[in-house]
């Protein structure tokens, strides 16, 4: 499978035209790239060293035309190579400090989750390159990598070697961000006034403000986390498992008090995003196929079937009610249901 190498782009080029150590004969950008790249810039040793024949490369460049004239010479050196290559430009990201988290990172972590959801669609495997740019731009394209499961490398130009992080075996909770979609779907359309995002904060749990940010401008964004957040939680779409619910474990729900139910929501998201069979790692077997999840000591938890056609939650109960618990763990069989009582959870 071949890759798509995604790279940041800083001006370690520019500056080694004018370092006599590096460029001793005082060549061109190009003519510097040809003669030995892995001095010439930082993007470039770690490229001669990452991505094999065949394999697409894409620059991210900052909002400059430092960025821009790196970025093209780059582009120029290994199209002729023989790798097919795209230069894209972040906007907002500039040395314009107004604009730079509010609408440059932001930008950023759009444009590296995009290019790695197209290399998925190519059957490439995407490997961020996050040598060049801005400090906070190697920070919140480690994020990324870390969020979509994708390895990301770093070599500073003077480094031999390429860092490599591997893509993050970690399960993400995306629990809070579906639970609370269209605010997140709203706030993310387009820039709203500080005053409107703050009165529907109001009303929401305080892990959600932690992902906003409010602007000099008068508008609230998502913080670049939060970006990033919304970016994997987007890309988590198709690999949602199907889930119903009983008409008991529905009826369980919808009698909890605010918090019980949103922490029941939370653990069935969990559900939703193990993938086909992975929940079972955190799950116990009860009683022919029908499992509580999680095991251990947990207050809340789903009584569920998985089948070819997805997940189905029996009961809904915890250490909350004890009695009725014990009652299950005792009693509960798939037999006991019937499919047309079972409803979709949205």
């Known amino acids: 499978m071949s890759q798509r190498v995604i790279s940041t782009v800083g001006t370690s080029l520019l500056g080694n035209l004018h370092n006599p150590r590096v460029n001793p004969d ?33 620059f991210l460049h900052s909002d400059t035309e430092d960025g821009e004239r790196c970025a093209d010479h780059l582009n120029t050196y290994f199209a002729g190579q023989g790798h097919p290559v795209h230069v894209r430009r972040v906007a907002g990201l500039s040395y314009n400090e107004k604009g730079f988290v509010s609408h440059g990172l932001r930008a950023l972590v759009r444009l590296l989750a995009e290019e790695i959801r197209t290399a998925k669609r190519a059957e490439q495997r995407p490997l961020l390159n996050a040598t060049g740019g801005f400090k906070a731009e190697i920070a919140y394209a480690t994020a990324v990598g ?9 070599i500073h130009e003077r480094f031999g070697d390429v860092v490599t992080l591997p893509a993050s075996p970690v399960g993400w909770d995306y629990s809070l961000l579906s639970w609370y979609r269209d605010f997140f779907d709203w706030l993310d359309e387009e820039p709203r006034p500080t005053h409107a995002v703050h009165e529907r904060l109001a009303a929401l749990p305080e892990s959600v403000a932690l992902l906003v940010e409010d602007a000099p401008d008068g508008q609230s964004y998502l913080s670049p986390l939060g970006e990033a957040y919304l ?16 008409a008991s474990a529905r009826r369980t729900l919808d009698a909890l008090d605010f918090s019980t139910q949103s922490a029941y929501r939370q653990l069935l998201e969990r559900l939703r995003h193990g993938g086909a069979g992975d929940w079972r ?66």
């Open 26 to 58: 005082g060549l061109d950008a190009l003519a510097l790239l040809r003669r030995d790249p892995q001095r010439a810039s930082a993007e470039a040793n770690a490229i001669t060293r990452l991505a094999k024949g065949g394999d697409t490369l894409v």
């Open 146 to 154: 870390l969020m979509f499961h994708v390895p990301v490398s770093y």
């Open 231 to 246: 970016e994997a939680f987007r890309g988590q779409a198709d690999t949602r498992r199907s889930l119903r619910l009983s």
């Open 281 to 346: 790692r955190s799950a116990e077997l009860v009683r022919g196929d029908v499992f509580k999840f999680p095991k251990g000591h947990s207050v809340h938890r789903a009584f569920v079937r998985e089948d070819d056609a997805g997940l189905w939650v029996l009961e809904l109960c915890g250490h909350e009610d004890e009695r009725r618990y014990q009652e299950l763990i005792r009693t509960i069989r798939w037999s006991h249901y019937q499919e047309d009582e079972f409803s979709a959870l949205p």
